[in-house]
T-cell receptor, first 114, second 115 residues
Framework: AQSVAQPEDQVNVAEGNPLTVKCTYSVSGNPYLFWYVQYPNRGLQFLLKYITGDNLVKGSYGFEAEFNKSQTSFHLKKPSALVSDSALYFCAVRISDSWGKFQFGAGTQVVVTP | SAVISQKPSRDICQRGTSLTIQCQVDSQVTMMFWYRQQPGQSLTLIATANQGSEATYESGFVIDKFPISRPNLTFSTLTVSNMSPEDSSIYLC????????????FGQGTRLTVV
């Protein structure tokens, strides 16, 4: 069974500092990994994905993620966090041959303080 | 990107009643998906809705409780039946990106409170 784990319920970071949100995965076959962000009272917004190719994936709003096969990780990173990055972040893995079916991680609340 | 419109955005309902949530997409899509996000929890897939066939439900979800319609390629409804306070959640619909691309789009969600 496909699954992802987000070990941190919350990450606190000062504005301007690097931000990392951790995700590890367990899949059979090729891992198709995604990051989504959820702002209060809004739906999920796609940030980035790893399907194949370069291990470093660049996405929206200055975010990037590094796929590490040996460590089965897909950590989300941003070099310099903004207060507006405060939101709930979900790591997800595709769980079938459909691009719309995901197993989501528990989510990590990111709090960026001025 | 696909534009997904969900209605209502929020509702407060009495226990024992039913609520139907609508999801409208601005382009034709093969598959639509319904997720539930319980308070403070992650998203859980309820079912997959294909046009012209019965929805496929995930473990723990049944058609009697969550009947789904998919009358055409741009529209779906999810009904939460005989509601109890445990059904208080955010319900989201999502679609595959058209033309077989690899990320899904999500609606804004429906925040349901059952009292």
């Amino acid at each position: 069974a496909q699954s992802v784990a987000q070990p941190e319920d919350q990450v606190n970071v000062a504005e301007g500092n690097p931000l990392t949100v951790k995700c590890t995965y367990s899949v059979s076959g090729n891992p198709y990994l995604f990051w989504y962000v959820q702002y209060p009272n809004r739906g999920l917004q796609f940030l980035l994905k790893y399907i194949t190719g370069d291990n470093l994936v660049k996405g929206s709003y200055g975010f990037e993620a590094e796929f590490n096969k040996s460590q089965t990780s897909f950590h989300l990173k941003k070099p310099s966090a903004l207060v507006s990055d405060s939101a709930l972040y979900f790591c997800a893995v595709r769980i079938s041959d459909s691009w719309g079916k995901f197993q989501f991680g528990a989510g990590t609340q990111v709090v960026v303080t001025p | 990107s696909a534009v997904i419109s969900q209605k209502p955005s929020r509702d407060i309902c009495q226990r024992g009643t039913s609520l139907t949530i609508q999801c409208q997409v601005d382009s034709q899509v093969t598959m639509m998906f319904w997720y539930r996000q319980q308070p403070g929890q992650s998203l859980t897939l309820i079912a997959t809705a294909n046009q012209g066939s019965e929805a496929t439900y995930e473990s723990g979800f049944v058609i009697d409780k969550f009947p789904i319609s998919r009358p055409n390629l741009t529209f779906s409804t999810l009904t939460v039946s005989n509601m109890s306070p445990e059904d208080s959640s955010i319900y989201l619909c999502s679609v595959e990106r058209p033309r077989g691309n690899t990320e899904a789009f999500f609606g804004q969600g429906t925040r349901l409170t059952v009292v």
